[in-house]
DNA sequence: GTTAATTCGGACATTTGTATCCGTTTTCCC
DNA sequence: GGGAAAACGGATACAAATGTCCGAATTAAC
């Protein structure tokens, strides 16, 4: 359902998205809170900066917020923002590459299988998974 | 979406389902027509195997066919026969074990956006994907 | 300025998924 | 019974995902 990566990067993500408005947290900070490596999660955020979903700020002070409301984020970005350029789809029956353009018989049902996963995701966001969690306040060591 | 082995274990299946009533297809022939790599489809055609989803038939004149009418296999199902015994579900938020026992604020709506996205495939019969495709006849070499 | 805290970026190590190879066993055909 | 065709099953090789390490570059505090 989810690659690793994408895990760790949601639970960053529903973390941050629980932060006051402008606070920024470390990403050693975020490592710790969601129980991800810390070095992995590094990469993981400087992926999410890229996607534009979040922003790092360097030097003392510094850390990682959301750039979006979480009411803007959904699931399915999340997991689009680490999955690989999409290998040219093949053909679901033998060989030959299928297209929408020349496609095999079970192209379409295929497509629309497919797009139902996928809505599922795009239409959570993150906001929904955040319901009945209280914001945290601002504890600073 | 889906993984690399699932995939050549659906196009497997899909032409296993063209296949005439009670026609042994050897796991050579398969891969030749899906375009998988042969030996590993082997091994995932045993997995299939130990399924319960294909018959494996040893000897001269073996092969493969399908154990179950493709009306009553769901995409759902061969997916769920290559995935992992599925990692203990983490938690979304932070690092503590969640369970439907002790759910944690995000559970509920988690299971729900995952369910939706399951329930997809698993309503996804081989059959239907096959709509449109006329059954191929018996021709052996 | 100097120092500490932080993101950035590359190089490397480990683990897991994918694929290959080869011998063994079973079964049919002659 | 002997040979060929096939599924089994283990050992190994390759590739990609995941995780680790470390030296920059940047920024704020003092």
Redesign the interface.
């Known amino acids: 359902?989810l690659t690793r990566t994408a895990?760790h990067a949601?639970?960053a993500l529903?973390?941050l998205a629980?932060q006051p408005e402008g606070v920024l947290v470390p990403a050693n900070r975020i490592a710790q809170?969601?129980?991800a490596p810390a070095n992995y999660l590094a990469k993981t955020l400087q992926g999410l900066a890229a996607a534009g979903l979040v922003r790092g700020t360097r030097g003392r002070e510094g850390g990682y917020g959301l750039v979006v409301p979480a009411s803007a984020i959904t699931?399915g970005q999340v997991i689009a923002a680490f999955d690989v350029p999409s290998s040219a789809d093949?053909c679901?029956?033998?060989?030959r590459p299928c297209s929408s353009a020349k496609p095999c018989?079970?192209h379409v049902?295929?497509q629309n299988?497919?797009g139902?996963?996928?809505?599922?995701?795009r239409t959570?966001r993150l906001q929904?998974?955040?319901?009945?969690?209280t914001r945290q306040l601002a504890v600073r060591s």
Chains 1, 2 share one sequence.
């Open positions: 359902m895990e949601l639970r529903l973390f629980q809170a969601t129980g699931v093949r679901l029956l033998g060989d018989a079970a049902q295929w299988a497919r139902a996963a996928l809505r599922a995701m959570v929904d998974l955040l319901a009945g969690v």
